[in-house]
């Protein structure tokens, strides 16, 4: 019996998950979102094959060259050099490893910090409610752009300092989505039930009500991505951020400010580029909430 049942539980969840992809390829947000992202991970992730120079070398006799859309450019270097020479196709590729490592890092750094403290609130209540609700007001007070400017002013601006920064103060969203999610999962049924039976707290927590939480843990987490990527990008822009020789789309911007009127292509390359993640991305979780039917009570 236990062998046929394991078995029908396996063919449900098949089936769930039959319908749950025939869904999304009619959400056309989560579809085309999702297919973009893909692509852009992809090309993060094969860099070293796709790029076709070193993005760090420089070749100052052949700096400024227009892209392939411009009047006299140079088939060697189909989006130009900037203006250190650097071909601007391979720090463009380069730079979707920066943004996409930025965006992941912080979300699962904030989303660690802010699911914690949202559970813990939502489940226990009282004291330890009150007290982490007047650490996610004091960090609501706090306006994270300029609080990033300071300490990284303080601790020195670069790349993992950039990350570091981001995701200790970006976990408020997550704190209070996951508190309230956790106060309602926490009055039903299937949870008064495991305290009945002697279930510890650790177990309610972890085997009934986080995994009930992943949905909206999950959409949270397209939005403070996308976030995080706009945050870093204008850190960046600043000086603030990740510092050369990197290759940044917001240092990018931040270098090709001084041509804007001569060589604008310097800027709308890098910022069409994060536009596009970012949009995709906020478009990927629009499509996901709809599919997991967060949106249904509202």
């Not at 992809?21 to 989560?30: D, H, I, K």
């Not at 999610?181 to 299937?190: C, E, L, N, R």
């Not at 309610?204 to 987490?221: K, R, S, W």
Request: net charge neutral; with cysteine.
């Amino acid at each position: 019996m236990s062998a046929g049942n394991e078995s029908n539980a396996a063919i449900d969840e098949a089936r769930a998950f039959r319908r749950f992809l025939r869904r999304a390829a009619r959400n056309g947000s989560a579809l085309t979102g999702g297919l973009v992202l893909l692509l852009v991970l992809l090309v993060a992730l094969a860099a070293p094959l796709l790029a076709p120079y070193d993005p760090y070398a420089h070749d100052l006799s052949r700096r400024l060259l227009p892209p392939l859309f411009y009047p006299g450019h140079d088939p060697a270097h189909l989006l130009g050099t900037d203006g250190f020479g650097r071909d601007y196709l391979s720090r463009l590729i380069y730079g979707a490893r920066v943004s996409l490592l930025i965006g992941i890092s912080v979300m699962l750094i904030s989303g660690l910090i802010g699911t914690v403290l949202g559970l813990l609130a939502g489940y226990f209540g009282g004291r330890i409610d009150q007290v982490i609700m007047f650490v996610i007001n004091t960090r609501l007070a706090l306006p994270v752009f300029l609080v990033a400017m300071a300490v990284v002013v303080v601790l020195g601006a670069s790349l993992w300092g950039t990350i570091i920064t981001l995701g200790l103060f970006l976990w408020d969203r997550f704190a209070v989505v996951v508190r309230s999610a956790t106060q309602q999962i926490a009055s039903q049924d299937y949870v008064t039930a495991a305290r009945s039976i002697g279930c510890s707290h650790r177990q309610i927590l972890l085997g009934e009500i986080l995994p009930n939480l992943m949905n909206a843990v999950v959409v949270v987490g397209t939005i403070e991505m996308a976030y995080a990527i706009l945050l870093e990008a204008a850190l960046s822009f600043l000086g603030f951020g990740v510092q050369e020789p990197t290759p940044s789309w917001g240092l990018m911007l931040a270098q090709a400010r001084q041509y804007l009127f001569f060589d604008a292509w310097l800027l709308y390359i890098p910022g069409a580029a994060l536009f596009l993640v970012v949009l995709c991305i906020n478009l990927f979780g629009d499509g996901l909430r709809d599919l997991l039917g967060m949106g249904e009570d509202t």
